[in-house]
């Protein structure tokens, strides 16, 4: 870059816990290329709030704005303009309610400053109308960031040129949470089961997510209670929070071997994740599945429509099982592979060479590279 400084904008609507790592890192290396990153984001609505998982980014590193949420939550406008004028390149997410990036990609045109998308490009959820305007975003932007390989598949076959993807192989630290594990002893196990009320020699379900609707959540409590029934000394542990955390705390009350712990973040989560033999989640599945493989957890979901792009990472029989979208057919999967041990092991070991493959470092590389990539490219409006 000839060490000129060059300014470059991530708009987020808010910072989760999960992504935090993710910028500072990421600024820590562009910087190292004369690039100087900032992340402008707001805070969260009354529905994300519920989620307790939004956080502040380092002075150094994000830029907190004031944001308007209009119809009903449907749309927001956040208060970033002057922050993103200056910019040689604007990354912001692959969403139709943000009123930002719609301004931002009509202006590109007009404006030697490049717009660039970061997303998962498949858009299985959300309104006729989101599902519409996410579609007709899909080739215009000056360069696309795309959460894994199957996003990438998905935009060429689009018509979205392959020189301005880049495939980030979207990812978590995860290495914090596996070095939190392998920290924990053998009694602190003991005396967490004993907490819990759960018996040294019983098996343990494992969820740990945000608590709402595309979750699943109604199925993984009624595979549950089947799975008790042929295991009398199966448990389901539950961690996370929500809007629906009122269903999982009824669940709890009525039965004293689904124990919900509410929220754990970063080191925390690692004794349940330490406890569980495998992590249950019959819904959508995202980046929580890499948290799993960093501790060598094998995932058990089901084949439903809306998972993000990350279940690309799961490889049924390898790694984790992926059953019908059937409460019956799920729970019979929990019990067979909690039965046999040899098929346990094997996805345990698979569990944890994924979690050696996928990781936060490479996700940092693999995006700065894009971001100097984009920010060399011939640019060209004639894809839009």
Known sequence: ??????????????????RARFYVDLHRRLAQDGID??????DPNPW??????????NGNVGIKVRARWLVGDHLVYQQAWRHVQDARLVIVEHASRYLLTHALLASR???????????????N??????????????????WWFAYTARTMRFLLAQGVPADIVTDVQNAIDTDSLARAAGRIEAGEITALRGALGIATDARVGLFCGSLYSHKHLPMLIASAALIRARLPEFHLVIVG???????????????SWIHYVGPRFNDARAPYFRLADLLLNPGLVGLGILDAFA?????????????????????DGHNGIVTPDDPVLYAEAVVRTLGERDLLGRLREGASRSGRRYTLGNMVENFAGGVKACLEHKRSLTHA
Do not use: W
Request: aromatic share 4%; with cysteine.
């Open 109 to 123: 045109v007009m404006s030697s400053r490049k717009v660039a998308i970061f997303g998962h490009g498949i858009h």
């Open 48 to 57: 994300e709030a519920a989620k307790r998982d939004c956080v502040d980014v």
């Open 1 to 18: 870059m000839n060490g000129q400084k060059n300014k470059v904008v991530i708009v987020q609507n808010t910072v989760r816990q999960y």
């Open 37 to 42: 990153l900032r992340v402008v984001y707001s």
């Open 295 to 315: 501790v060598g957890l094998p995932v058990i979901t089901a084949d439903i429509p809306i998972h993000c792009p990350e279940i690309e990472y799961l490889e």
């Open 125 to 142: 959820t959300g309104t006729r109308v989101g599902k519409f305007l996410r579609q007709r975003m899909l080739r215009l932007p000056d």
């Open 241 to 255: 929070d929500g809007p629906d955390r009122s269903l999982v705390e009824k669940a709890a009350a009525s039965h």
